[in-house]
């Protein structure tokens, strides 16, 4: 259903673009979002865009750097990472949520996402 891509080692400092294509179904009238988790910590939110005005939201430790998009006619999400830092590695998960819009604090839980992507591993190095 959701399929992660782009991952991989980079330098502090450095860029990535991470992407994840949607198939099996219509995401397009669903918030989507990305997630991360670290080793030893629990996944934590990132970012969201809700599907009807493709407004954004990310968490304060990414806020500046990364950037969330979306294309519904290619059922793809995206985000774009800059001014990566060693603390920003984990293994990163795009997530399509309920049908419909909700506010921003219900879109920063995992509960609200129904379909989850495999997860796609970012390195930074110092």
């Known amino acids: 259903q959701l399929q992660a891509s782009g991952g991989g080692l980079v330098q502090t400092g450095g860029s990535l673009r991470l992407s994840c294509a949607a198939s099996?179904?219509?995401?397009?009238?669903?918030?989507m979002a990305w997630f991360r988790q670290a080793p030893g910590k629990e996944r934590e939110f990132v970012s969201a865009i809700r599907w009807s005005t493709s407004s954004t939201y990310y968490a304060d430790s990414v806020k500046g750097r990364f950037t969330i998009s979306r294309d519904n006619g290619k059922n793809m999400v995206y985000l774009q990472m800059n001014s990566l830092k060693p603390e920003d590695t984990a293994v990163y998960y795009c997530?399509?949520?309920?049908?419909?819009?909700?506010?921003?604090?219900?879109?920063?839980?995992?509960?609200?996402?129904?379909?989850w992507g495999q997860g796609t591993l970012v390195t930074v190095s110092s």
């Open positions: 099996g179904r219509t995401f397009s009238t669903r918030g």
């Open positions: 997530a399509a949520g309920r049908i419909g819009s909700t506010d921003w604090s219900t879109m920063t839980s995992r509960n609200w996402y129904d379909y």
